[in-house]
């Protein structure tokens, strides 16, 4: 056989075609373990409306971004719903439900006569540590416009205080088992669900530190407590880990040893809680006073 009809051979043979390396699979979502939605409970008279948020969590109480969300109320003719927004049609209680994933958040909605709205909301709204660990519950009252209410007192209580026992917001875990941290005021209440787990031979390693707030504005001069929890590979509270903070700008914001944070120029500070070889983050704006 001549070249020619070597190579009129292999063109007709057709050349394989080259294939490159295969794209990863797409990393799957992790899965809902907690739906948020806040204001957990609310006060607002005929015709008002609030806009109501719900967040879903993982596990970690990392937020899911690409979550679905869906609405529903018990009672329409109290509350009309669009996503998330309720306007009262007339005197009575609801409870709004946000689902995802099968997971539900709910809040309690009372409308009443006349005019004006009143929120609460309990951060976090769940959470699991061990006995003798303790966590702080921030309550926030709101207006209409969405704007805090201050000098409120908070009438805090527990379900259960011999498994969770609470004093101004500040729990702490006392035996395994479940209990429901509640705070009330002006006629509100929302409530917290508190799991004590005491650590088994397994956990102890921290696999994760959790922040809380994981973001937070103070003032030139004034501080805001920040409370980190370590955290093992379950998302169970690891018992006498011990953490050291630190700041990323000292000269806009600094932070002692038990996460008190004080400004002390206008800027951004990166709050840092580690333990056992691992970091949780916060970040603190500091606006002038």
Known sequence: MTCAAVLLALASCGTPPVMGPADPPPSASP????????PQSVSLGVQDTVDLTATALDDQGNPIPDASISWSVSDTSVVSLNNGQ???KKTGSTTITASSDGKK????????KGSGTVTLSLTPQADTLAPGDTVR????????????????TF??????????????GLVTGESSGSATITAQVQGLSADAAITVK????QQGQVASVRVQPSADTVQVGSSVQLTATPLDASGNAVSGASVTWSSSATS??????SGKVTGVAQGSATISATAGGQSGKATVTVIPD
Do not use: C, R, Y
């Not at 519950?137 to 409120?152: F, H, M, N, R």
């Not at 009438?155 to 101004?168: G, I, Q």
């Not at 806009?252 to 040893?257: P, R």
């Open 198 to 201: 005491a650590p088994s031979s």
């Open 31 to 38: 899965s809902v373990a907690q739906v948020m939605v806040k």
């Open 86 to 88: 309720a306007k009262g």
């Open 137 to 152: 519950l921030d309550a926030e009252v709101t207006d209409g416009s969405g704007q805090p209410i201050s000098g409120v």
């Open 155 to 168: 009438n805090w209580s527990s379900s259960a205080s011999s498994v969770a026992a609470v004093d101004s």
């Open 105 to 112: 958040g709910h809040s309690k909605v009372n409308v009443k």
């Open 252 to 257: 806009v914001a600094t932070v002692d040893g």
